[in-house]
């Protein structure tokens, strides 16, 4: 199988495709409700396909299915099912949790190997603010249905006003459940630009708080570290993309819902797979030469919006 190092010999393994910019949600730090979709450019069935081929054929072992928010797509599973066919044991998918009965099924039995499920406040006055959505109950019940079957996971972005008073209750619920939480630090990306300077807490404002607290050392490449919380006798991960990024071990690329490339979630500046999809050598050659390309750490901030590139 081949492999692929970008300039810093850094190995790239692993791919986060948007599937859609679509989303049902409104996050205060994502997307406005005014925002107008062009659903035009949206990657087919088939491009995807061409798309999840070719990395696959370039070595990447490790498939992220994001938005927008994926289960908005009528052909999902399809995506999921085809990725596993051509041999991709380790297919995740990152979803805001707001799932009817018959997704859930379908999840339970796909061959998604995880799940992560935003949940930024665990009150519904709270959830309706940051999400303009009465969801919590909704988000809530498929993670406890979910996760009989599946590695589920809790992504929190940490946002000043509305759940620093939370994090013990949130820690609380995840050991509860069974649940890995990781909290992440808000990115000055897109729309939280506007709001990043007030709203912003860093992981070690949180890990403060506990008097015996102790990172876990890991073998694995991982945008997380884990902190062992002797208060709560239970493990919790922090994504610190600001105060202490990860860039140097970075094994990930992006593909956004219109089929650009990107080499970082801060880099405004992608590759058009499209231009190439009907001719696979030179596809793979170009992805290949844009991969070494990849900076050895990402730019202060981005104004392009998250869901553009892909959550």
């Known amino acids: ?45 088939e491009e995807i396909f061409m798309i999840i081929s070719a990395f696959k054929k370039l070595g990447i072992q490790k498939l992220r299915i994001t938005g927008g928010e994926p289960f908005l797509r009528n052909d999902i599973f399809e995506i999921i099912d085809f990725a596993h066919s051509i ?12 799932l009817d009965t018959e997704k859930i099924k379908k999840v339970i039995k796909s061959p998604l190997k995880s799940i992560n499920i935003s949940l930024d406040t665990l009150e519904r006055e709270k959830f309706r603010y940051v999400t303009g959505i009465d969801g919590l109950d909704k988000v809530l019940r498929a993670i406890d249905e979910l996760k009989e079957y599946k590695r ?12 620093l008073d939370e994090i013990e209750d949130l820690i609380s619920y995840a050991k509860k459940s069974n649940i890995i939480i990781r909290f ?12 990043f300077e007030d709203e ?12 015996g607290i102790k990172e876990v050392a890991t073998d694995k490449v991982s945008t997380a570290k884990y902190y062992y919380v002797e208060d709560f006798d239970y493990t919790v991960g922090f994504i610190s993309s600001v105060s202490d990024h990860f860039c140097k071990t970075c094994n990930k690329v992006r593909v956004s819902s219109t089929g650009v490339l990107y080499n970082c ?15 696979e050598e030179l596809l793979l050659k170009k992805i290949e030469d844009f991969v070494k390309k ?15 590139i892909g959550g």
């Open 1 to 45: 199988m081949m492999k692929m190092f970008d300039g810093f010999s850094r190995k790239i393994d692993y791919l986060r495709l948007s599937v859609t910019d679509k989303c049902n949600f409104y996050c205060m730090y994502c997307r406005k409700k005014d925002l107008i979709y062009n659903t035009i450019d949206q990657l087919s069935k």
């Open 265 to 279: 979630l801060f880099d405004t500046n992608g590759l058009k797979l499209r231009d190439y999809l009907d001719a």
């Open 87 to 98: 041999g991709i044991k380790n297919i995740n998918i990152t979803t805001n949790g707001w």
């Open 200 to 211: 912003f807490v860093s992981k070690d404002e949180v890990i403060k708080r506990f008097k």
């Open 294 to 308: 990849k900076k050895l750490i990402r730019s202060l901030k981005s104004d392009m919006p998250m869901f553009r």
């Open 152 to 163: 589920v996971k809790i992504n929190t972005v940490l946002i000043r006003s509305v759940n």
């Open 184 to 195: 992440i630090e808000l990115m000055p990306i897109g729309i939280a630009n506007q709001i």
